[in-house]
């Protein structure tokens, strides 16, 4: 049986019962699709991305979550490689929302900079983990 650090455990407890909160966004999708909540197609298209990437990144952040603890990380190297893609999973999908709030908008607004913070984080650590894995 495969033995997980406490700190692994947690997360992944955490990630797969936010999962459910991507499940329920979905049916916000629906209710856009349907035309029940009024969007711009800059809004929708948005909305659809922000949904795909926070269901996509709590997915391979279970992954992450495995893989550091194949490593011999330790400190703030295996928190970044074990954290980074979950908060990932949090800051793209609400900068995509969040850049895309207000009636009527038609392109982004300066909250598209919690996108970018959420590409860091991804970037830092799938850079970490995989050096991680690399070095095992």
Request: hydrophobic share 55%; net charge positive; aromatic share 6%.
């Amino acid at each position: 049986m495969l033995e997980l650090s406490t700190e692994a455990t947690r997360l992944a407890g955490i990630l797969v019962l936010a999962a459910v909160t991507v499940e329920s966004g979905g049916l916000l999708l629906v209710r856009i699709a349907a035309g029940g909540i009024p969007k711009t197609e800059f809004q929708k298209s948005f909305a659809r991305a922000g949904h795909g990437h926070a269901g996509m990144f709590i997915t391979l952040g279970l992954v992450t979550v495995l893989l550091t603890d194949a490593t011999s990380l330790d400190g703030f190297a295996a928190w970044l490689a074990r954290s980074g893609v979950p908060l990932a999973a949090i800051l793209m999908p609400a900068g995509f929302f969040a850049a895309s709030a207000g009636p009527g908008r038609t392109s982004p607004n300066r909250a598209i900079v919690v996108l970018w913070l959420g590409a860091a984080s991804l970037t830092a650590g799938l850079v970490t983990l995989g050096i991680g894995l690399l070095s095992a």
